[in-house]
């Protein structure tokens, strides 16, 4: 219901009510002078009194017709303002409405960016397409070429194919004549490191007191290299000292039979070399021999030749014990009277040994390892008493 219809019925309302009222003063009115004509007529009075009588029922009636008219109003005025909520609750739906409208118009107006730019988009890849599609087109033309020239490149290809023959020909005929001429630097190198090799000192007798030293040698080497020094003393308590004379500097290395002390030298310096006695009292002796040399020979050792020996059954001689400095091979040669000989390698610092069946020219190859102590050892396997073999043997240690 609008506003227009409940200003109609509240303004009916109103006027019913104003007629009902002034219908209730006419009738007062009209009572009032009634009631003065009866003071002035006495005859009447009992009419006048029945008027009143009346008149207070019709009073009465419209008393109730009032109360009716109230309770009517009243109902008017409870179904206008149901009726104001329920204009209140419609103009909030409108509301709503009026909102959810403008959403759904923002969402029209995004929807319409969105189909603006895929349109763009489209537009875009369109002309990619087309790009994509003349390039198509240039690689067909390409293509086309190509195939125009494929058998005058098959006739360079196998022109190509024979001048690789020819050179891959030539390529093995130059790796044949590097590997000729690679033997022949070696055999040349070798020989070079050979003749590098110099004796300093050979078997020089020592008596050195104790608490001092005896000057062995003094030179400056030509070339970078190395001093051995091996051979045999009565005593743990030698010593070989080297001093670089050029920078002042000094190393010693504990000297012992059958050990051998390599000390590397630096080309140009001045080296002095020292023998010495570590004891504090009485003398000792050795018997000691020095060579220098560069170090393609330094890993290559003498460890004695052409030790003549003679063993009786069933027993073994010590031939020599040294530590290697160096991880590598023992190299023993010779010739014995009998099958019967072995060389035993025996590793002191692990206690292991390893025996070696030796007969005339079958030379014996002994791997062993730095920094433990070997013993070498010849021996005779026979049982039978008064049996005696004889042996010349040699032996060498390299890496």
């Known amino acids: 219901m609008d506003n227009r219809s409940t200003r109609s019925l509240t303004l009916y ?35 006048t009194q029945q008027s009143v009588t009346a008149l207070q029922v019709q009073l009465t009636t419209a008393n109730a017709a009032v109360s009716s008219l109230t309770t009517q109003l009243s109902a008017a005025s409870n179904q206008i303002s149901t009726i104001h909520g329920q204009e209140s609750a419609d ?27 895929m349109q763009t988009n489209l537009t875009s890849a369109t002309t990619q397409v087309s790009a994509l599609a003349n390039q198509i087109n240039s690689f067909s033309s390409q293509i086309t070429a190509l195939q125009g020239t494929n058998t005058s490149s098959g006739s360079q290809i196998t022109a190509l194919q024979t001048q690789l023959a020819a050179v891959n020909t030539q390529l093995t005929t130059l790796q044949n ?42 030179f400056t080497p030509s070339y970078s290299g190395y001093v051995n020094i091996s051979g045999s003393t009565n005593a743990t308590a030698g010593y070989i000292r080297v001093t670089n004379n050029s920078l002042n500097s000094t190393t010693t290395y504990t000297f012992t039979s059958g050990n051998m002390a390599t000390v590397p030298l630096t080309t140009g310096y001045n080296y002095t070399l020292y023998f010495g006695n570590t004891n504090t009292s009485g003398t000792i002796t050795a018997t000691l021999t020095g060579s220098y040399s560069n170090s393609s020979s ?32 023992i190299y ?7 099958s019967t000989g072995y060389i035993r390698i025996t590793n002191n610092t692990l206690n292991a040994t390893v025996t070696y069946t030796f007969g005339t020219g079958t030379p014996i190859t002994i791997p062993i390892t730095g920094g433990y102590s070997y013993s070498i050892y010849f021996g005779n396997t026979v049982t039978t008493t008064g049996t005696t073999i004889t042996a010349t043997l040699s032996a060498t240690y390299a890496q």
């Open 13 to 47: 309302t109103v006027i019913i009510a104003i007629i009902l009222v002034i219908a209730i003063l006419g009738f007062i009115v009209f009572g009032v002078m009634l009631s003065n004509r009866n003071t002035s007529t006495s005859n009447n009075l009992n009419s």
């Open 91 to 117: 103009q909030t739906q409108i509301s709503a409405l009026q909102t959810g409208l403008k959403s759904a118009q923002s969402d029209v107006t995004t929807a319409q960016g969105s189909l603006a730019s």
């Open 177 to 218: 004549d590097i590997t000729t001429l690679t033997t022949e630097v070696n055999t040349l190198s070798s020989s070079s490191s050979t003749s590098n090799q110099v004796t300093l000192f050979s078997s020089e007798s020592i008596s050195q007191s104790a608490d001092t030293q005896s000057l062995l040698y003094t």
């Open 298 to 329: 330094t890993n290559n050792q003498t460890l004695f030749t052409s030790e003549g020996i003679s063993q009786s059954d069933n027993t073994q001689t010590l031939l020599y014990t040294f530590i290697p400095t160096y991880t590598g091979d």
């Open 332 to 338: 023993v040669s010779g010739t014995s009277s009998s």
